[in-house]
């Protein structure tokens, strides 16, 4: 009987977890269709005549656009500036014992300790003096810090993974170390990898306080030119707010499938390896 | 055959026309490429948005606005204007006019604004404020002093005549404040701001005979300044919440939407508390010169050449014509029949009779009467942000209750005025 | 392997120097600057040697940041790990397995979100006027509570966001390792007449000490970059009291006067200060992971 209402209990917590989840984002959702007298309403409105102007209008402005195009080119660079030098690295640390294999874990993983104002305060100074302030190329190349570090870190336990004895008896049927490498391990572990991956984009995508620093106009990401946008002060335009911050919002929920996933997988094999 | 060649001939010839009157058109242009623009948010600026197209036949080419809230908008205008310069031009207020006269990070601006444009038309007061040593550096969007606005209903009930004194101003407050019926006697601002909570604070200041400067020499850590926090801090107990720390959006807000009996507030807030789009309060308004001895905040907000953005003089030309277009006669007649009765600046279109039947005569008699007590408060001088904004943090702090020394704080802000003063270049 | 290979050089050297220069050039400039004195809107600077580091010493807002920065990661590590073992023994406890899985998903949903979009959706939930998370504390008061503006509440405030999350996401991982414990001490125990509680106290959590440890670690990195919340929550107030270590350096570089050499000593400092501190960490991290 205890047994029973404790359980009742749990359900209720857990209930109420996953209600602070949808409805602050179900709410956004439909702000984010409403009319602003129909948010500024001292009694929360359920139903209402949704419109579609907040998006337009959130579509169709010069700087949100080129917001998206940032943030769409310096993510996508970074992230393959990180695979590229990434993957392979993190394969040599997890397969070929070197003397500095923990140093280089350690290293790679006191990049990510680092407070992004510490790294932000000096690049602002150098790109200044260099000529590359609010340039994308300047995000790219400090993003590519971000991204690396991230994909050794995750890459590092999914090459591990992949059985030693494949390995072996490839080597042993002929095959060089590159071989190995780009023709048996990267097809074996590519699922961890592109969770590697989709983590590390996610990561840069989301991030704000260095683009807010580095970029003043021409290479806005999109969540600093959202959050421009909620900082407006004068008559603020909350369906227009929700609106962008969905949009801001979609891309890394695409991926929501993929790493949840990459999680599972991740989570798995470490208690059992 | 024939018919062929003549058709060909047809338009071959309508070809040549074509690029013939292109060419006459480009002959025109003035801009070379897209002006990009800094600024806040404005109804003006958001109605100018909608005519991009003449803007382009007019000088061929088009402009892009970024809007910030007041306080990022004065720290990057100021960023980008003393490093690489994106933008060619800024919106700059009173409060910052001399720091970038000065440092000459922006062009004067009758050298480039078109005389067709008639800058003398602008309110005087306005035209006063854009001057730093007697050179013009904006043209304005917006501006004024300060009104008393107050609900005539909410006074005529409690019988009380519109206060015209500061104490009877209280007196009114405190009688009237309802919180359980939803009504605040009054609303301040209590943000951090040389431009938010300072400027609502420094009436009271210069009310009880404050000074900033004397010369080089801080003279504001005095009688008067202690006075005047405390009678702000006092009054704040009557201010909604939210108001701790919002700034003028707050403050009109609560007071556009019925929650508020009596506030001094910028002249703009007359004009939208008449306009049935953003005010639940339309017919029951009153306004009134502040209460004696509080002076009104002079203040003027405007568009400037920016030095670094606009490199040679043919782009401080296109800079130019794109701040005489947007305050231009026409544009400024938009405003005023979309209602933006805060947007106006030239004195031919407040006189006209447009305005009188849109606004009222009442408004008109106000806003006379306010500019004779309408005087300038802060400290004309390029630190003035910095000194201002310290303030700001250090009065939120009281506001909010995370300070409670006010001679302390006073203090704190001397030392820090004079170390300004001793490290000017 | 033991073959002989060019492999393992050719492979992290390219690598590693890309690291090293990203790494280095900054911190290198960070302290050039820190030992200037440079702003954003003059050219000319010149070298003051440690004057800056002096003055942040006698500077009351900055040792007020740096007390505001350890509060917060003292707030949201600990409720963050208070929120997410019990969250996950309940989940493991009280609900079938598809249920549990849809659980996981949707629980990963708020860490993927942008900090900036999180934050202005609580934001807006907070909104003393129309929020909802704040309507039913005004229908029973009658009396709309700005939780940002209150000096007692902002952090609280702010903290809610943090947790809802990594608290959430933590929860999934640690459900997910619950799954992969052998089942065995845990029904051994059972057996043993211990209560669901005592279970878990003394024998399941115990076996995840080293996932627990790291987990907290994470946290405390991640609590660093709180920035993007504060920004856009509060920017530091009401006053000063949400003004972490990062915002402080921001607002001195950027908003306040540009004193980018002030605000490049703060910087310097927090390096020096994490490394250490993290170091020192990692090594205890090891230790207790290898017992």
């Known amino acids: 009987m205890a047994r029973g209402v404790s359980r009742f209990a749990a359900r209720v917590v857990i209930a109420l977890a996953a209600l602070s989840v949808i409805v602050p984002l179900l709410w956004t959702l439909l702000s984010g269709f409403k009319n602003r007298v129909d948010i500024v309403t001292p009694t929360p409105m359920l139903f209402f005549t949704p419109t579609l102007e907040n998006f337009t209008y959130v579509l169709e402005r010069e700087s949100v656009r080129a917001g998206l195009v940032n943030s769409i080119i310096v993510s996508g660079c970074s992230v393959l500036i990180g695979a590229v030098l990434g993957l392979p690295c993190a394969y040599a640390v997890a397969r070929y014992p070197m003397r500095f294999a923990h140093d280089i874990q350690f290293f790679v993983l006191s990049l990510r300790f680092l407070p992004p104002v510490a790294i932000a305060i000096p690049l602002i100074v150098i790109w200044l003096d260099v000529g590359l302030y609010d340039t994308r190329t300047a995000l790219i190349v400090t993003y590519s810090l971000l991204t690396l570090a991230t994909t050794i870190w995750l890459a590092i336990p999914a090459f591990k993974r992949v059985p030693a004895e494949i390995e072996e008896a490839a080597f042993v049927d002929g095959y060089g170390p590159y071989a190995i490498f780009f023709l048996i391990a990267l097809p074996i572990a590519w699922k961890s990898l592109i969770g590697a991956i989709v983590f590390s984009f996610v990561l840069v995508w989301n991030e704000f306080l260095i683009a807010l620093m580095l970029t003043t106009s021409d290479a806005k990401t999109l969540p600093v030119v959202a959050s421009e946008m909620t900082q407006l002060g004068r008559d603020v335009p909350w369906g227009i707010l929700n609106a962008s911050v969905i949009l801001l919002s979609l891309p890394p929920l695409l991926f929501l499938g993929v790493l949840s996933s990459f999680l599972s997988s991740a989570l798995k094999t470490r208690n059992q390896g | 055959m024939r018919l062929r060649a003549a058709l060909a001939a047809t338009v071959g010839g309508a070809l040549i026309l074509a690029v013939g009157l292109a060419r006459d058109a480009n002959a025109e242009a003035v801009c070379t490429h897209d002006l990009r623009v800094l600024a806040q948010p404005r109804d003006g600026l958001t109605l100018l948005e909608k005519y991009k197209d003449e803007f382009k036949a007019l000088s061929g080419a088009s402009f892009d606005i970024d809007y910030l809230n007041e306080n990022d908008r004065r720290a990057k205008s100021r960023a980008d204007a003393s490093t690489v310069g994106k933008y060619n031009v800024y919106y700059i207020d009173e409060a910052n006019v001399a720091l970038f006269a000065k440092s000459k990070w922006v062009a004067p601006l009758l050298d480039y604004y078109p005389k067709e444009y008639d800058f003398a038309d602008f309110d005087p007061g306005r035209q006063k404020v854009a001057t730093f040593d007697d050179v013009v550096y904006f043209a304005p969007l917006t501006g004024g002093g300060d009104l008393m606005v107050y609900r005539k209903d909410l006074l005529e009930k409690a019988g009380l005549k519109p206060p015209t004194t500061l104490d009877e101003f209280i007196a009114a407050v405190k009688k009237l404040h309802d919180p359980d019926h939803g009504v605040y006697g009054i609303a301040l601002r209590g943000q951090r701001g040389s431009g938010a909570n300072v400027w609502r604070w420094m009436p009271y200041f210069r009310g009880f005979g404050g000074k900033w400067f004397d010369g080089n020499k801080p003279v504001f850590d005095d009688e008067p300044a202690v006075k005047a926090t405390q009678v702000y801090l006092d009054l704040f107990k009557y201010s909604p919440p939210g108001t701790k720390t919002g700034s003028w959006d707050e403050s009109t807000g609560a007071f556009l939407s019925g929650q508020v009996a009596l506030l001094i507030e910028s002249t703009p807030l007359a004009g939208e508390a008449i306009d049935p789009k953003v005010s639940k309060v339309v017919g029951k308004v009153g306004y009134a010169p502040p209460p004696t001895p509080l002076t009104g905040g002079g203040y003027g907000h405007g568009l400037a050449i920016g030095a670094k953005g606009n490199k040679d003089d043919a782009a401080k030309k296109c800079a130019g014509l794109f701040i005489a277009w947007a305050t231009s006669k026409e544009n400024e007649k938009r405003r005023l029949d979309d209602g933006e009765f805060g947007e106006l600046n030239r004195t031919s279109i407040i006189a006209s009779d447009e305005f009188n039947q849109k606004f009222g005569a009442d408004l008109g008699q106000a806003l006379a009467e306010t500019a004779k007590v309408t005087a300038v408060n802060f400290w004309q001088d390029p630190e003035w942000p910095n000194l201002g904004d310290h303030w700001g943090i250090e009065l939120e702090e009281l506001i909010t209750g995370t300070r409670t020394d006010i001679k302390g704080s006073l203090d704190e802000l001397n030392t820090y005025a004079k170390g300004l003063v001793a490290n000017r270049k | ?291």
Request: charged share 15%.
């Open chain 3, 1 to 291: 392997m033991k073959i002989r290979t060019h492999l393992p050089i050719v492979f992290t050297a390219p690598t590693m120097a890309v690291l090293a220069v990203l790494a280095f050039v900054p911190t290198v400039y960070a302290i050039d600057t820190a030992l200037q004195n440079r702003e954003l809107s003059n050219t000319d600077s010149a070298y003051v040697g440690f004057a800056n580091f002096r003055a942040l010493f006698s500077d009351p807002r900055f040792l007020n940041s740096v007390w505001v920065s350890v509060e917060w990661e003292l707030i949201t590590v600990v409720t963050t790990m208070a929120v997410a073992i019990p969250l996950a023994i309940l989940m493991f406890e009280a609900t079938s397995p598809k249920v549990r899985n849809a659980l996981c998903v949707l629980f990963i949903v708020p860490v993927l979100l942008p900090r900036v979009s999180a934050a202005f959706v609580w934001r807006f939930a907070f909104h003393p006027l129309f929020g909802l998370a704040v309507y039913p504390l005004r229908l029973i008061t009658g009396h709309p509570i700005d939780l940002l503006a209150d000096p007692h509440t902002a952090m609280a405030a702010v903290a809610v966001v943090d947790v809802w999350q990594w608290g959430l996401l933590f929860a999934v991982i640690i459900v997910k390792l619950l799954e992969t414990l052998p089942r065995q001490p845990l029904e051994a125990a059972l057996l043993d007449h211990a209560r669901t509680w005592e279970v878990y106290a003394y024998v399941a959590l115990p076996m995840l000490r080293a996932a627990l440890v790291s987990l907290v670690f994470v946290k405390m990195v991640e609590s660093l970059r709180a920035f993007d919340l504060i920004y856009v929550m509060t920017r530091g107030g009401p006053g000063i009291t949400t003004e972490t270590l990062d915002m402080y350096a921001f607002s001195q570089g950027f908003i306040e006067s540009g004193r980018i050499s002030y605000a490049s000593s703060m910087a310097v400092l927090m390096m020096i200060a994490t490394t250490v501190a993290f170091t020192i960490l990692w090594r205890r991290a090891r230790r207790w992971q290898e017992v």
